[in-house]
């Protein structure tokens, strides 16, 4: 995250770390037993044992419809089924806590206030990630505003939403894709996007753009089998 501050994850107690052990070569297929999870992490180099939970991942769902042809991240949103130790669930805590997912196709207003968080790059140039999990204030834009000629253009799909601030000094970077970007709707937190793409970090007319979580509620429900539940 560019600008903003410094967090707690008890601020953002659905935020998840996710880590994937790199081996010498990278393959385009993202393996499941390479990957951890952690609840309730702060710091991505130390260990707190009391507010972590960790996790193997057992099944990845990336969007059947994910198209990543020339640069183009249509549908760019998975979901990870995790198992603690012994199969265990995560435990529900001050530093983990589960969000809401919004109606389909509920729709926020341009203007309306939401933060990103990440353990992502401060800057667009640096060569590291943030040591800690940070936050920032940004601006729904709407879809009219952000696919006009002086932003994104056609690059942007019904799938996508976008958030800046209007002197364009924080936004989402490197390394905080997969996250969330969360807004209050009466009182309750709201996953309405998940970190996806933008051309650098907090340049002019460069907005953060966002998986619109809205167009995948009956996806979710789908994948996690809480269709059956409704
Ligand atoms: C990235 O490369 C990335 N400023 C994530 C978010 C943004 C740009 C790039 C948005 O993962």
Known sequence: VVGGDFSTVER????????????????AQTNTNKLSVFL???????????????FTVSKLFIHENFDNTDGNFNNDIALLKIHGP???CAKESSSVKTICIPEAHQSLSAGTSCEVTGYGREQEGSWYYSQYLKEAKVNLLSHDACSSKEYYG???????????????????????????L???????????????????????????????????????????GLSSLR
């Open 12 to 27: 953002h107690p659905w935020m998840a770390a996710v880590f994937s052990r790199s081996t010498r070569a990278k393959t």
């Open 40 to 54: 309730g992490k702060n710091a991505i180099n130390e260990t707190d044992v009391q507010r972590e939970q960790e």
């Open 86 to 88: 012994d199969g265990r």
């Open 154 to 180: 056609n690059m942007i799909t019904n799938n996508m939403l976008c958030a800046g601030t209007p002197d364009w000094s924080a936004d989402s970077c490197k390394g905080d894709s997969g996250g969330p």
């Open 182 to 224: 969360v807004c209050r709707v009466r009182d309750r937190m709201f996953l309405f996007g998940v970190v996806s793409w933008g051309e650098g970090c907090a340049r002019s007319f460069r907005p953060g753009v966002y998986a619109k979580v809205s167009n995948y509620h009956h996806w979710i429900l789908q994948k996690t």
